[in-house]
């Protein structure tokens, strides 16, 4: 989400200047928001330089009316050891653009950018959190309506879990033009480039992998519980390592996937393109795949026993399995609902 040119236009503007450490420069950086009124009576744009932020073992909360600022992802950096909420946490009516954001982890949370508001304005950020012990992410957002995020690169890595690019728990938020790349090792629990749980998300025009060969489970995109809304549209999405892989995993009926490519590339009988395992007693109820490409190592698509899928428009390779009590509907279109055959084409004529 971006802010009205108008807001931004009557905004005070404050160049932080560089400290001789990067300790005095993050020490300046958060002088200078907590200077600002906590009322929100005040809008300003704190200009950053192009250095290093450190803001030590203490994250910077912001407030309304607070935008960041950098020079260029790969100049101006904000970082932490926090394992507190994250190194940068959100605000309604405040924002990021233009920065790097990391948290180099070593406590039992390691989150780069944490946000519980409405109306954060994040975009043309890099996002990357190492090292937690319990739990990492690039960018989590919880218990947050209507945000609106574009051109974020997030990465997330370390040895314990979970491990995830991007978290969104109860939140509603559209992702667009973005990047997610999560990297789990061998004691991680789950690995994944976006995880939902809860809420609705969006995204759109997304490049998103997961890599944990050690892991438990890896999934490009996890959407977890019965309450989920997830969108993927226009989008790329890779998942490999473990003994259980997807590009894709719905864990509820409510996942939509639309003119994009899954591809589950470990090298075992358990890596899929789609992976279904949710349970809905209304058979009008089911997950949807259209116009994509959808890949795995042996299976392209897996249903677990009660799941129903609708696939139209698409190629699978290889073919599908389905558990007992499933439901895959192979279809032209939404009005032809004559099954085809497992890679989506007619029945041979008699």
């Known amino acids: 989400m971006t802010p009205a040119p108008d807001v931004l236009a009557t905004a005070r503007i404050r160049v932080i200047p560089l400290g001789t450490t990067t300790l005095e420069s993050g020490a300046l950086l958060r002088a200078a928001v907590e200077a600002v009124p906590s009322d929100g009576s005040q809008t300003w744009v704190m200009k950053l330089g192009a250095g290093t932020y450190d803001l030590g073992g203490t994250g910077l909360v912001l407030k309304t009316g607070v935008y960041l600022e950098g020079h260029g ?22 924002g990021l653009r233009n920065l790097y954001v990391g948290n180099t982890g070593g406590g039992e949370w390691s989150v780069a950018v944490f946000n519980t508001s409405a109306g954060f304005a994040v975009s043309d950020l890099k996002v990357e959190a190492l090292g937690g012990n319990g739990f990492t992410a690039g960018l989590c957002y919880r218990n947050a309506p209507s945000n609106s995020l574009s051109r974020i690169e997030a990465r997330a890595s370390s040895n314990r879990g979970p491990v995830f690019g991007y978290a969104f728990h109860a939140s509603d938020v559209t992702l667009e033009d973005s990047k997610a790349n999560a990297q789990g090792g061998p004691a991680v629990s789950e690995t994944a480039g976006v995880f939902v749980d809860a809420g609705s998300v969006v995204l759109r025009r997304m490049l998103i992998s997961a890599f ?49 490519r899954l591809k589950g590339s470990a090298g075992n009988d358990f890596s899929y393109g789609f992976y279904a395992d949710f349970s809905n007693p209304d058979p009008n109820v089911r997950a949807g795949i259209d116009q994509s490409i959808i890949e795995g190592f042996s299976t392209s698509l897996y249903l677990r026993g009660g799941t129903r899928v609708r696939l139209s428009h698409s190629r699978i390779h290889p073919a599908p399995h389905a558990e007992a009590a499933t439901t895959l509907t192979c279809v032209f279109t939404s009005q032809d609902t004559t099954p085809l055959d497992a890679q989506c084409r007619p029945p041979p004529n008699p």
Not at 73 to 94: F, K, M, N, Q
């Open 73 to 94: 992802a790969e100049v101006s950096r904000i970082v932490s050891s926090t394992p507190g909420d994250g190194t940068v946490v959100g605000a309604t009516g405040a």
């Open 212 to 260: 944990a060969p050690q892991g438990d489970k890896t999934f490009g995109v996890d959407a977890h519980g019965n309450s989920t809304q997830v969108i993927l549209v226009d989008s790329e999405v890779f998942a490999s390592g473990g003994p259980l892989s997807a590009a894709v995993r719905a864990g509820t009926a409510g996942v939509s996937v639309r003119s994009s």
